[in-house]
């Protein structure tokens, strides 16, 4: 699948045909030099939409607001704030999320039904609808948009993500762009995370769903960067046909490309956020193999990088088998010890439950590299998964004692 | 209950009749000053025995010995080493673990299947048997070798946690006691943790069992330092019988006495585990109230005591809501965010799911005190739970960054 898929260098939202976006500084956020903290992503005409959403019992209005538009099936924007989550305010929530959208509509001459609305940021605090009446007004629209608003959605994020590709079916070329906020508080299920998708693929509504949930899965939802998971995570994905071709949906030729594509930016996305997360210096990656069954890999995976003794380990560029293997232990996966092989950056350092002797001066100088590989074998069947994490840091416990809600 | 337990200043697991123990330096350790690395208690009678073990699909062999003796109902002694773990090591592990109790049964002239045997520390290293046989020849009991025993089942913690308490039943007084290892990797389920206890009370096996059961689920598997179980997790509980008076059990008059006694060291020795975490500073007691059901209540708690997000907010004595909502809330317990009520060291911060107005900086400077305690009511039904946490503190990092299998 990956062959037929070209990366576009600076590739973001508005990469794909029909997509404009823009962004401004509207003060909800405290002002710094090109600060942006407002923005829109719009297609020129009407898409089919899927989400996924926080699984939180604590939820945004926003988030409720927006599942219920996705499920209509049709959308045209989004617009989203950083600073205030717009969460843990009562009823005055649903009140501002239907107003936030229905201005982002008025200004583009949308129905109100077609935009949906995100917040990202403080909770318990009421999101400041005159700044965002006069803010929504400053945006203006442009092609390459996408970068402006892949900065105006971070809150701690210290880089902006964005990433894009094209691929091929039946001699069309599509395009999928997306961007995605992260940084503290990332877990499965979702946590503090937004990211925006678009592509001028003609998808099917009931495919799209059901493809984006099978990329979140495999890329989202396994990354972790503290275990906590927020109000506010959401993922949509708008799909406007600007580029041509025949409906894309899961009995189509086009279907596995589309699929690829999707898991392919979603999982550079997913990606970027755990090696930005609050403090990291190094993106870890865990690959569970032969596995009894997929989900015995995933969360054997999920709680490798999951675990802060791992992650304190790996901070210190310490080949720490024994944490990793306990770890593995925990996950709730069915494990047999004595057939456990364990890879760091690809050197084996266990075999059959117990370590083996490997030069460990080599090990260390690969770890203290920014990517850390840890590979685990089952021995048990042939189910796989992969999860991300990043290292825990003295900077992560100084930024998260001295940050409020 | 409480009113008829009476605490023992300087109590420990050799207050209760008719036990002994003592403790060596034997050299698995790195020597300094007063260290110890081998201990042994030992009943003067054959006991009835209850244990609660590590769920962590890697398990010492000492665990599985352990576990077959416990099952026979009957034990007399155990002999604890610090500093290696005996896990990870193959089929020696059990050879290793058969002759650490036959060497100690030898010494005290009892039958060997009589003595149990743990290890706590480093895993993938052999149990340098030597040491060991040496070691055990070395060790003096005493009446009051409690003491010594605690100090030596240590690792990284930094206090010995040693308790006991008497109760009466018809005219008879009974003492329970114990002492605890914890520090890192603590968590529910047992995790790195040691605990062992004793009593003089003649209490049947089954209700041994039974009471032990429920009072690990309400102190050792509510307590969280960093999220990770460890492959050596146990718990065990000796019953002689000297004291005297009728068998205790189920239908006793003084069953709910001997529950309350052994409820009560239990979370003694567990909120001691808890503000020991490696790197911690202060303990954190969570109580949900008030919940559904008492699943719901014990989840939550745990979770808002196992954030990261809130252990760092509370190590910087911030009063962060929204950290603790958000763990209440993706905890998996029922929750409306209407009803929720939160109490930070007593003062009501949220009610109705809504920040209240409160005085800031009292409740700052109350939380920079050593205990802080959350109460989160939400006023759904009649359950309550409590967990215990300490906070995440830059030390926690730098320690276990350096600090290798």
């Known amino acids: 699948m990956t062959s037929e898929i070209n990366w576009l260098e600076g590739g973001t939202i508005t990469s794909p045909k029909g997509f404009t976006a823009g962004a401004t500084y509207s003060g909800i956020r405290t002002y710094t030099e090109d600060k942006l903290d407002l923005g829109i992503v719009c297609s020129e005409s009407v898409c089919t939409v899927a989400g996924t959403f926080t699984k939180n019992a604590v939820k945004s209005p926003s988030v409720v607001l927006d599942q219920q538009r996705v499920a209509t099936g049709r959308a045209q924007a989004v617009v989203i704030n950083s600073g205030i989550a717009n969460a843990c305010v009562g009823e005055q929530g649903m009140t501002d999320a239907i107003e936030m959208a229905a201005l982002a509509a008025a200004k583009l001459g949308l129905e109100a039904e077609l935009v949906l609305a995100c917040s990202t940021g403080l909770i318990g605090v009421e999101l400041p609808m005159g700044l965002i009446r006069s803010g929504t007004d400053k945006i203006e629209m442009h092609e390459d948009g996408g970068h402006e608003l892949a900065r105006a959605i971070c809150t701690t994020d210290l880089v902006s993500k ?82 041509g071709g025949s409906a894309i949906d899961a009995s189509s030729p086009g279907a596995d490309a589309f699929q690829a594509a999707l898991d392919a930016v979603c999982a550079d996305l997913a990606k970027a956020i755990a ?47 024994g944490r990793i293997i306990v770890a593995l232990g925990y996950s709730g996966a069915q494990v047999k010890e004595e057939l456990v092989a364990l890879y760091i950056n690809d050197v084996c350092i266990m075999e059959g439950g117990r370590p083996i002797p490997y030069f460990k001066d080599a090990v260390v100088l690969s770890m203290s590299g920014t990517d850390v590989s840890l590979r685990l074998n089952l021995g048990l069947g042939d189910a796989s998964a992969t999860a991300w994490g990043c290292d825990l840091s003295e900077e992560y416990v100084t930024f998260n004692s001295a940050y409020t809600t």
Request: hydrophobic share 45%; with cysteine; net charge negative.
């Open 275 to 321: 090696r930005d997360g609050e403090g990291a210096s190094k993106l870890i990656e865990v690959v569970v193999e032969n596995a009894m069954n997929e989900s015995d890999a995933r969360v054997a995976a999920l709680s490798v990088a999951s675990s802060m003794l791992v992650k304190s380990a790996i901070h210190g560029a310490d080949p720490n088998w």
């Open 162 to 243: 964005e990433a894009a590709v094209s691929f091929e079916v039946d001699g069309v070329t599509y395009t999928l762009g997306g961007i995605a906020k992260g940084s503290g508080m990332i877990h499965p299920n979702m946590a503090t995370m937004l990211a925006f998708l678009a592509t001028d693929a003609p998808v099917d509504g009931a495919y799209l769903q059901t493809s984006l949930s099978r990329s979140v899965d495999c890329s989202f939802n396994m990354i972790s960067v503290d275990g906590d998971s927020s109000t506010n995570d959401t993922v949509l994905l708008l799909a406007n046909g600007a580029a």
